[in-house]
Each structure stands twice: as C-alpha cells, then as structure tokens.
T-cell receptor
Framework: GQNIDQPTEMTATEGAIVQINCTYQ??????LFWYQQHAGEAPTFLSY????GLEEKGRFSSFLSRSKGYSYLLLKELQMKDSASYLC?????????FGKGTRLSVIA | DTGVSQNPRHKITKRGQNVTFRCDPISEHNRLYWYRQTLGQGPEFLTY????????KSRLLSDRFSAERPKGSFSTLEIQRTEQGDSAMYLCASSLAGNSNQPQHFGDGTRLSIL
C-alpha cells in the first residue's frame, strides 16, 4: 500500500526555524514534492527531491533520504505569511500521492 | 501568464442533481489532473489525461464520476446523482509530460456543497 505521514499541526515563532517531517511508504519512487497551501487557496509548488540530500531555495530547504523513506521541509526566518498547510507528496508508480498536510501557525 | 482556471468557484446543489465543473489548464501543459480535497486532508487523486487520452482513474472513483478532455485543452468533470459525501473541493492541476520533476500547477478549485 501507499502511506504518507506528516504531523497534523505545528506552531513556531516569527523569525525562528521550523522543520516539517514526512515519512512515506510507496510502490516505487520517482520523486517527492512539497507544496504550500493557504486556507481556501490552491496548493503551490515549493520543492522537488529525487536524489538523497538537501535542496535549498531561498528561505526554504528540503531534504530526502530514500533509504529511510524520509523527507523534511525546513523553513528559516519564519514570517507570518508562512502560516499555511504544507503538503508532502510522493510520485511512485502512480500519480502523486499526498499526505494530509501539516498546518503551520506562525506566532509573534 | 495565465494559470490553471476552474469554474465555477462554488457550486451548491441538492442531492440527486448532476453537476459539471470545468478546468482550463496552462496552455502549453499536455497533462491535466483532477483531485478531490476535504477539510484536513491532502488532495486525493481522481483521474488524469495526457492530451485527450484519459490514462488513469482512481479505483476509488465511483462510476457516477466522469471526466473528459475532448480536444486536449480544457477538461470537464461531471458528477451524476450527487450524494452528500461528494461535498468537497475539486482541484484541477496541469503539468508538462516528461521527467518526473515536472511540478503540477493547481487551480483554485471548485467547492461543491450538497444540500
């Protein structure tokens, strides 16, 4: 079967760093995506990992370990506008399978 | 640059009615996907097209659901004899075919409420 696990909710302080973890079990592996989704809006693409290691893109970084079935999204210098749901999605042998998302609240 | 467009944004209908949603993908994208999302959940895959060919349908997709992409551009998703459990956000996404690293770009969705 296919299973993707993420924490349901997280809270962090403005200016801080937060790490959102994702573990997965899928049939095949052809890459892992992170999306951001503000309430009532479309998911927007943040990052893609297919090889082990860290991909950095501005304040956001994403890490992948294929042997452990594990990824994380790292958000630095948190801003209030980063309050949103963060979705981990894995492309296996089928179209994208999404986790339930992690709702991040950034507080002052 | 026009993104993925979905219409209508909201649809309220009585149980048992048929509804149809439309999705206009990014113009150069040849892949188009339909997802359903309920509160507190991630998007759930329904079906996808490459050009006009429907390549995959979720096993969870009831036969009350049908999707078309007749000319390989816009797509429609129809739900017949709607049920209360069909209440959800229906998201459309598009992407380029090719390498797995092509991200899907989502529309703002159609929120369906069944009374």
């Amino acid at each position: 079967g296919q299973n993707i696990d993420q924490p349901t909710e997280m809270t962090a302080t403005e200016g801080a760093i937060v790490q959102i973890n994702c573990t997965y079990q899928t049939s095949g592996f052809n890459g892992l995506f992170w999306y951001q989704q503000h309430a009532g809006e479309a998911p927007t693409f943040l990052s893609y990992n297919v090889l082990d290691g860290l991909e950095e893109k501005g304040r956001f970084s994403s890490f992948l370990s294929r042997s452990k079935g594990y990824s994380y999204l790292l958000l630095k210098e948190l801003q209030m506008k980063d309050s949103a749901s963060y979705l981990c999605a894995v492309k296996g042998n089928t179209p994208l399978v999404f986790g339930k998302g992690t709702r991040l609240s950034v507080i002052a | 640059d026009t993104g993925v467009s979905q219409n209508p944004r909201h649809k309220i209908t009585k149980r048992g009615q048929n509804v149809t949603f439309r999705c206009d993908p990014i113009s150069e994208h040849n892949r188009l996907y339909w997802y359903r999302q309920t509160l507190g959940q991630g998007p759930e895959f329904l079906t996808y097209f490459q050009n006009e060919a429907q390549l995959e349908k979720s096993r969870l997709l009831s036969d009350r659901f049908s999707a078309e992409r007749p000319k390989g551009s816009f797509s429609t998703l129809e739900i017949q004899r709607t049920e209360q459990g069909d209440s959800a956000m229906y998201l459309c996404a598009s992407s380029l075919a090719g390498n797995s690293n092509q991200p899907q770009h989502f529309g703002d969705g159609t929120r369906l409420s069944i009374l």
